[in-house]
């Protein structure tokens, strides 16, 4: 099934997110990881931010994660089992996967989403590819059909900061969907759709002083929000876990 929560606005001619990336070896490579959030999907959710990106949206709210470099390097089904535990001692419904792009590291992420999914949690993707690409590219592509597969709901297409969607949660602009590809998030996503719904930011400041922020806001409130912090502390440093 999929219910579609319609993306409105002037339709933007794009060249993002047009290009299939290979196929991901090796280990997941990660820079993120909560086990628990509230601004990252409907409900309580675990998180995971990956690193790396091709699609490069000019305005990203994390430009430090397109580096197909730093972050942790971790064997997808060791950690999986690691962030199923720590999502539900969390209390959490699922798990969100953004980033980064998910879709970069399909092979890798197709596990931890099955393994969500075996668990009885949720999983939502955000991608920077559109919905028609990523179908048309997983009948060649068994890893981008394996993690579509096991995707209940999935934010796509690319950011265009000249079209902000100030009415739908959880995307940034106009020309992005927000669809369930299960019956997990239908209604939801039918209520998003109907009457529109806030953003939610969360600020967390660890016992070190560093803010970490994740969620969605505007550019100007990010600016205020920002202003005078220093320097982020999540930029690209390799670590093995």
């Known amino acids: 099934m999929s219910v579609h929560?319609?993306?409105?606005?002037?339709?933007?001619?794009?060249?993002?997110?047009t290009t299939c990336p290979p196929r991901a070896t090796g280990a997941l490579r990660w820079s993120r990881f909560l086990p628990a959030t509230e601004a990252e999907g409907?409900?309580?959710?675990?998180?995971?931010?990956?690193?790396?990106?091709?699609?490069?949206?000019?305005?990203?709210?994390?430009?430090?994660?397109?580096?197909?470099?730093?972050?942790?390097l971790t064997d997808a089904d060791e950690i999986s089992e690691r962030w199923?535990?720590?999502?539900?001692?969390?209390?959490s419904t699922g798990i969100t996967l953004l980033g980064g792009e998910p879709f970069d590291q399909a092979l890798l992420l197709a596990p931890v989403a099955a393994a969500f999914q075996a668990a009885g949690l949720s999983v939502m993707a955000f991608s920077g590819y559109t919905f028609e690409h990523l179908t048309?590219?997983?009948?060649?592509?068994?890893?981008?059909?394996?993690?579509?597969a096991s995707t209940d709901l999935l934010c796509d297409g690319p950011f265009l900061r000249a079209l902000p969607d100030t009415r739908r949660p959880w995307i940034g602009s106009t020309n992005q969907s927000i669809r369930a590809l299960t019956s997990a998030h239908a209604d939801e996503v039918r209520r998003v759709d109907a009457e529109g719904r806030g953003d939610t930011l969360e600020v967390r400041v660890g016992a070190d002083g560093i803010v970490h922020v994740n969620g969605w806001a505007s550019d100007a409130a990010l600016a205020a929000l920002f202003y005078d912090l220093g320097v982020r502390a999540d930029r690209p440093q390799e670590r093995v876990a």
Do not use: Y
């Open 136 to 148: 048309r590219w997983a009948e060649g592509r068994d890893d981008i059909a394996a993690l579509l």
């Open 84 to 91: 199923v535990a720590a999502a539900r001692a969390a209390g």
């Open 5 to 17: 929560a319609q993306s409105r606005g002037v339709e933007a001619s794009t060249l993002l997110g």
């Open 42 to 72: 409907p409900g309580r959710r675990a998180a995971v931010w990956v690193q790396g990106c091709r699609v490069h949206c000019p305005g990203c709210f994390n430009p430090q994660m397109w580096a197909p470099r730093g972050g942790t």
